[in-house]
């Protein structure tokens, strides 16, 4: 696809944060014409190298590809993602299953953070009008006055400057939400899971290429706990260890490194031989807390919005976090389109239609964890979602399942895929009592069962 929108004014608007939606936000504003600064409190990460031990990579899906193509640079992210198929799960003796993410040509695409940034970052820039400010942290803003104090983390200098329209894509830890917290009636919760996640690698082979599937999302499903793994372009794989705090199996239980090796041996001995690194990398890397935050309003007046993990940080597990503030820039886009510079209606409009998707968002994530550490792991679970793809197949149009509606779906809202999915779970419940191998799914009474229950989901 080609790079879209016309220009409809030429407002200035300052967008705080500089990761992935504010430079993808940056491109969004310039190509229509705005004039944009962009403040950032890290430096600019094309002069500073990787940042180590920070999610190296993360699953792009079809909401954030729509983002990407509306600004015209899908193809050009395609050339350095990995396809993801499917899932492989890993059990404790380094047997592994297999589950498809959709149909055959569908995929979950790994990319790099940093490389996706640096792109994002290197194309806003070369947009005529928009300005990158590195090095600059936002300390406070003043909503009313419309004013911005930086400090710049190089010289320690702080700074005020007016903002005339200022997007608040300052991450979950967000300094603009900060400031809106203290408004009047404003909502926000956060709330932690009492786990916390840990990067650890999978080398290479000696020859440069991946030593698990390279086409897949690996999995250790352990009940309480997990492991994952997602390929890099350069036949490694970044690990996430999903671990308590606390508790028998926890970081807590795991100090030295003799504890950590005997632990991986034992609960992913197919994985543990694969890096070399294990200690260091457990050691040195920090681990990270999961957060879900929810806030309301996004906009303080006409002037200020948040996008992103600023106004929706959730938990990682269905790998939507990212995709979802894309989705943000796709749709602000869209109603700047509709409204012009209308900037109250499109505000409005925006978290109108926003906030009930990023809380169903927030939900399902929730829910993808025990379904990854746990759920995965069940020959039943396995075998119930071969039945559900069959219903899928042999009725195409009403339904879709949940994690296709998620992931491969862009056109239907997040809240409108956790209700069909519930629905869809009270089906499958029912007919399940009646299964116990593939091929009962062609019993007359199950056929019967299916056929009855997509007559009431079609009335
Ligand atoms: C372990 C893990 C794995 C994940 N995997 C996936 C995945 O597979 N797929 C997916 O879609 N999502 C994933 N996510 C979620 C994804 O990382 C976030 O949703 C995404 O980064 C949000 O983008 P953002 O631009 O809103 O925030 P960020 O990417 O955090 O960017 C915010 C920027 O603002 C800057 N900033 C912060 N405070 C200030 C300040 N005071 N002043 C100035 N600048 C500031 C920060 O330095 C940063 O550059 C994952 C998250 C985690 C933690
Ligand atoms: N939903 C979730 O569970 C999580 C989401 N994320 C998201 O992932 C992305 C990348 O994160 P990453 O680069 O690793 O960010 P970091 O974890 O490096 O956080 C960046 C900054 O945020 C502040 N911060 C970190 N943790 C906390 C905390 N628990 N409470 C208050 N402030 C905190 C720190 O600021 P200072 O140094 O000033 O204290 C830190 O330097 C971001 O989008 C972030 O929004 C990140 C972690 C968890
Ligand atoms: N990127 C992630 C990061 C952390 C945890 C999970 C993911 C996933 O992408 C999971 C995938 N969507 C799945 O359901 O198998």
Redesign the pocket.
């Known amino acids: 696809m080609s790079a879209t929108v016309a220009p409809h004014s030429s407002d200035s608007v300052t967008l705080?944060?500089?990761?992935?939606?504010?430079?993808?936000?940056a491109l969004y504003m310039a190509r229509r014409g705005h004039s944009v600064d962009v403040?950032?409190?890290?430096p600019d990460?094309r002069l500073a190298g990787p940042v180590e031990g920070?999610?190296i990579?993360?699953?792009?899906?079809d909401r954030?590809w729509r983002a990407l193509e509306g600004v015209g640079i899908g193809d050009e992210i395609r050339r350095v993602a990995i396809p993801m198929y499917r899932r492989v799960m890993h059990d404790a003796k380094g047997q592994l299953t297999f589950q498809p993410y959709g149909q055959d040509n569908q995929a979950?695409y790994?990319v790099s953070?940093g490389g996706l940034?640096r792109t994002l970052l290197e194309l806003a820039e070369a947009e005529p009008g928009v300005t990158l400010h590195f090095n600059?942290?936002?300390?406070h803003v003043g909503l009313k006055e419309r004013e911005l104090h930086?400090r710049d983390a190089a010289t320690g200098q702080e700074q005020v400057r007016p903002f005339q329209r200022l997007f608040g894509?300052?991450?979950?830890?967000?300094?603009?939400r900060t400031a809106m917290q203290k408004t009047d009636r404003y909502n926000y919760s956060q709330s932690y899971l009492e786990y916390g996640?840990k990067?650890l690698n999978i080398a290479p082979a000696a020859d440069g290429t991946w030593q698990l599937e390279k086409n897949a999302l690996h999995i250790w499903p352990r009940g309480q706990y997990m492991m994952i793994a997602?390929p890099n372009l350069d036949g490694s794989f970044t690990c996430?260890l999903f671990f308590p705090y606390e508790g028998k199996h926890s970081f807590a239980a795991l100090q030295t490194p003799a504890q950590v090796q005997e632990f991986f041996a034992e609960v992913f001995p197919d994985a543990a031989p694969l890096m070399p690194e294990l200690i260091e990398d457990f050691f040195q890397n920090p681990t990270?807390s999961?957060v879900t935050v929810r806030c309301f309003p996004w906009a303080f007046d006409d002037d200020v919005l948040l996008?992103?993990?600023?106004?929706h940080?959730?938990?990682?597990f269905?790998?939507?976090?990212?995709?979802?503030?894309?989705e943000?820039c796709t749709v602000l886009s869209q109603l700047m389109d509709e409204h012009g510079n209308d900037w109250h209606t499109i505000f409005q409009e925006f978290q109108r239609q926003r906030k009930p998707n990023a809380d169903a968002m927030a939900d399902l994530a929730i829910y993808n964890f025990e379904e990854m550490r746990d759920r995965v792991a069940d020959p039943r679970f396995l075998l119930q979602k071969k039945i559900e793809s069959k219903i899928s197949a042999q009725y195409p149009d009403q339904w879709l399942p949940l994690y296709s509606q998620v992931t491969f779906s862009p056109d239907t809202p997040y809240a409108e895929a956790l209700a069909n999915g519930q629905r869809q779970e009270r089906i499958m419940r029912k007919l399940m009592k009646h299964i116990e191998a593939e091929a009962d799914f062609d019993k007359p009474e199950v056929q019967e069962l299916v056929h009855h229950e997509m007559g009431r989901i079609a009335d």
């Open positions: 705080m944060g500089a990761g992935l939606v504010g430079s993808l936000l403040f950032e409190r890290r990460p920070r999610s990579n993360l699953a792009l899906s954030g979950i790994s953070r940034n600059q942290q936002c300390l930086l894509t300052d991450g979950a830890f967000s300094a603009v996640y990067e997602l996430t990270g999961l996008l992103g993990d600023a106004s940080a959730i938990v990682p269905y790998g939507q976090g990212m995709n979802a503030g894309f943000d």
